[in-house]
């Protein structure tokens, strides 16, 4: 059975900088992309990043310039790297692994930036 396991959220200032980290537990096969969503409350859950297997990235017009997503293929991890952190940023972050016809979601993990 495939887990995402998350770690790196916390509490931190206007201005602070965190790094989210997904890895995949068990082995994971057909999946193109991998990328990290968001959920404040009473909001919508929106996409914030995502990258191809080739390392093509997407960003949220939110994020760009801010955020920046990685991943190492070989340890089936993706990274979030988020600088010039904003109070509006606070919310859940979850990663996702996906591909045609699977996806898999982590548990999520809170970020909270204080102003």
């Known amino acids: 059975q495939v887990q995402l396991v998350e770690s790196g959220g916390g509490l931190v200032q206007d201005g602070g900088s965190l790094r989210l980290s997904c890895a995949a537990s068990?082995?994971?096969?057909?999946?193109?992309?991998m990328g990290w969503y968001r959920q404040a409350p009473g909001k919508q859950r929106e996409l914030v990043a995502s990258?191809?297997?080739?390392?093509?990235?997407n960003y949220a017009d939110s994020v760009k310039g801010r955020f920046t997503i990685s991943r190492d293929n070989a340890k089936n991890t993706v990274y979030l790297q988020m600088n010039s952190l904003k109070p509006e940023d606070t919310a859940v972050y979850y990663c996702?692994?996906?591909?045609?016809?699977?996806?898999?979601w982590g548990q999520g993990t809170q970020v909270t930036v204080s102003s």
């Open positions: 068990g082995r994971i096969f057909s999946i193109n992309f």
């Open positions: 996702k692994f996906w591909g045609v016809g699977i996806s898999y």
């Open positions: 990258i191809t297997k080739g390392g093509y990235t």
